[in-house]
């Protein structure tokens, strides 16, 4: 089994996320990587999502499908791979890199948050349908859909964080003078 690193996610135009589109991959993959589904891994957050059709997934040893109008969440640095398994397949696949939740909390923590898979079912709807938001925005040519598309994205990572980064509540007033 071949595992390759892929090309890290650098993000110099503004925005927060990389999407991938079934239907547009030969065009938005560099001319020299190989489009056959292998294990691979990076440093981002990853949204597999299908619109219509079915997607297999592999995380490590556990197999899932994705099917239609639901998604699957990949950790960073965790080793994959997806197959399209039908035909009529449209979906498409988000990745966050760690670097974009670094610059809210510490830069300087190479440690990224690992988000629980519970986490994510608690807010399924929720997320797909941000997910979807950012599908509608990648696919725009108008400028001002590059904040709507940052905006769900940090919408989605305060709905996962703020579970899993919670700090108990204050038990000391604060001073009064």
């Given at each position: 089994?071949e595992i390759i690193e892929y090309e890290p996610i650098n993000l110099y135009d503004g925005r927060?996320?990389?999407?991938?589109?079934?239907?547009?991959?030969?065009?938005?993959?560099?001319?020299?990587?190989?489009?056959?589904?292998?294990?691979?891994?990076?440093?981002?957050?990853?949204?597999?999502?299908?619109?219509?059709?079915?997607?297999?997934?592999?995380?490590?040893?556990?197999?899932?499908?994705?099917?239609?109008?639901?998604?699957?969440?990949?950790?960073?640095?965790?080793?994959?791979?997806?197959?399209?398994?039908?035909?009529?397949?449209?979906?498409?696949?988000?990745?966050?890199?760690?670097?974009?939740?670094?610059?809210?909390?510490?830069?300087?923590?190479?440690?990224?948050?690992?988000?629980?898979?519970?986490?994510?079912?608690?807010?399924?709807?929720?997320?797909?349908?941000?997910?979807?938001?950012?599908?509608?925005?990648?696919?725009?040519?108008?400028?001002?859909?590059?904040?709507?598309?940052?905006?769900?994205?940090?919408?989605?990572?305060?709905?996962?964080?703020s579970e899993s980064m919670a700090t108990p509540a204050c038990t000391t007033p604060p001073d009064?003078?």
């Amino acid at each position: 089994m071949e595992i390759i690193e892929y090309e890290p996610i650098n993000l110099y135009d503004g925005r927060f996320c990389k999407v991938f589109h079934s239907d547009l991959i030969q065009l938005e993959k560099p001319k020299d990587v190989n489009l056959a589904p292998h294990f691979h891994w990076h440093n981002s957050f990853e949204f597999n999502c299908s619109i219509s059709g079915t997607l297999l997934c592999e995380i490590g040893s556990t197999m899932a499908y994705v099917k239609d109008n639901d998604f699957l969440f990949v950790n960073p640095n965790v080793i994959h791979k997806s197959l399209e398994n039908s035909a009529s397949f449209l979906g498409f696949a988000v990745l966050v890199p760690v670097a974009i939740l670094q610059l809210f909390f510490n830069p300087d923590d190479k440690n990224s948050p690992i988000i629980e898979q519970d986490v994510v079912n608690r807010h399924r709807k929720e997320i797909m349908g941000l997910l979807m938001d950012i599908y509608r925005y990648s696919r725009s040519e108008k400028p001002v859909d590059l904040l709507g598309m940052n905006a769900c994205v940090l919408q989605i990572f305060h709905i996962l964080l703020s579970e899993s980064m919670a700090t108990p509540a204050c038990t000391t007033p604060p001073d009064q003078n």
